[in-house]
């Protein structure tokens, strides 16, 4: 387990989870992060750090920015990782990690803006929070209230949810 003292990296690459609406005329945008503000209305107290990777739906994400994803976490001094991505790609990205030993990486995201009101944002955060703190090495995705193992789970366009991928 982790010890109180040790700071929490926080990679921010956009999707859902920071989306902006400005009204009925326009689409929703990758806006600035609101993971601080997240955190600071959880009243966190364990030691973070925000570090923004790209600012993009996860869908415009490519290889080079899965490539960078990749290299900051390699190159930061926590060993333990959260992600902010957003769902549609949050797997591809969750590959390119697999194999970084020594540390634990955990991807969230949103199924709802994190500014909506009923938002599952908030949840997910505090779940990958937790899992960063008592999970061992490894890259693993939270959401929804569950956590899995990155390289076993899908998202269920149907059912809205990550489930675990059929063997």
Not at 56 to 75: H, P, T
């Amino acid at each position: 387990m982790l010890s109180a003292d040790t700071p929490i990296l926080l990679l921010t690459t956009g999707g859902t989870i920071d989306k902006i609406y400005f009204d009925a005329l326009s689409d929703y945008q990758v806006g600035e992060t609101v993971t601080a503000k997240l955190l600071d209305i959880a009243r966190v107290k364990r030691p973070f750090r925000i570090e923004e990777v790209t600012r993009k739906d996860s869908l415009e994400l490519d290889d080079a920015d899965r490539a960078l994803i990749r290299d900051r976490v390699m190159a930061a001094p926590e060993s333990h990782i959260i992600i902010t991505h957003g769902t549609d790609t949050m797997t591809d990205t969750a590959k390119r990690l697999d194999g970084i030993a020594g540390k634990t990486i955990v991807l969230v995201g949103a199924l709802a803006p994190a500014r909506f009101g009923e938002s599952d944002a908030s949840f997910n955060l505090g779940m990958a929070f937790a899992t960063a703190q008592v999970a061992g090495p490894g890259v693993y995705i939270t959401m929804s209230g569950s956590v899995f193992p990155a390289d076993q789970v899908i998202k269920d366009r149907a059912k809205g949810a990550f489930v675990l991928r059929s063997r």
